[in-house]
């Protein structure tokens, strides 16, 4: 609940702000890429694993500077049986969740560049800002899939939210005076350790999905490792960073509404 009293408050005075003093508003949607590291892939910045895209509304303050509401859905999975490590290989887990953002962001374009105007037809951004995720991780035993978040894994219970902090860099290019181009990669810190429902330590006691006609053998979630000397109570189990990260590629399209009062050049 306070994460959504905090996006709320983000958003009206974002809309109250914009419609006082943003001069051009802007629209757009994304498609792209979406990729994630965390206690599942600890090193690589660059590995997408499902496809995403994104729209936003955005109000151009001047040639520079702009600020947006961001909604961006991607979908994120890793799994240790097909990791280069072979103590990943023989801890066994795996994940998949759908990842939904509401962020504000703000982007600072370099060159003297709006989607409406401007001096130049294109210039390299960077953005920043604030938002929240929603996140749900299952793993897929004997072809049954597991909401693992209600097994508590590590003992432990954990929000299906967090805040993010969002920041990246791309590119603008401008078609015709109302439509524009863009490429961007955005990375996000989360204010959790349980995108990939991995935090730190096994628990003590082995927590086991559900046994029926159709899947009898017991499948050991928190430790579904096949190999006997892997069993390790309140061993270590994850890498210990305390966030898990998640980014997007995009490539937009938007749409410029101008006003009647334009930017002075």
């Given at each position: 609940m306070k994460l959504r009293r905090i996006l709320l408050s983000v958003v009206l005075f974002y809309l109250s702000s914009a419609t006082a003093t943003a001069q051009v508003m802007e629209v757009g949607a994304n498609v792209g890429a979406s990729g994630y590291m965390g206690d599942l892939n600890p090193k690589d910045p660059f590995d997408f694993s499902g496809a995403a895209f994104g729209v936003f509304v955005k109000g151009n303050l001047d040639p520079y500077w702009a600020v947006g509401i961001h909604y961006n859905h991607g979908r994120v999975k890793d799994n240790d049986a097909t990791s280069s490590n072979p103590d990943f290989r023989s801890r066994n887990l795996n994940f998949s969740t759908p990842l939904n953002e509401l962020s504000l962001q703000v982007d600072f374009n370099f060159f003297d560049y709006f989607s409406g105007g401007g001096t130049k037809n294109f210039s390299p951004f960077i953005f920043a800002g604030i938002g929240g995720v929603l996140f749900n991780?299952?793993?897929t035993y004997q072809d049954q899939e597991y909401e693992l978040r209600y097994y508590q894994t590590e003992g432990k219970r954990y929000r299906n939210y967090a805040l993010s902090v969002p920041f990246g860099a791309g590119v603008k290019y401008r078609i015709s005076d109302h439509w524009g181009l863009q490429t961007q990669l955005g990375y996000r810190t989360a204010h959790t350790d349980y995108l990939d429902d991995v935090g730190d330590r096994y628990p003590l006691a082995d927590v086991y999905g559900r046994i029926d006609n159709q899947h009898p053998l017991p499948?050991?979630?928190?430790?579904?490792?096949?190999?006997?000397?892997?069993?390790?109570?309140?061993?270590?189990?994850?890498?210990?960073?305390?966030?898990?990260?998640?980014?997007f590629f995009h490539i937009g399209i938007s749409y410029t509404f101008i006003s009647d009062k334009c930017f002075t050049f």
């Open positions: 991780p299952k793993a499948i050991n979630l928190s430790n579904p490792s096949q190999l006997p000397q892997n069993w390790n109570p309140g061993g270590q189990r994850g890498d210990f960073r305390k966030n898990d990260t998640y980014f």
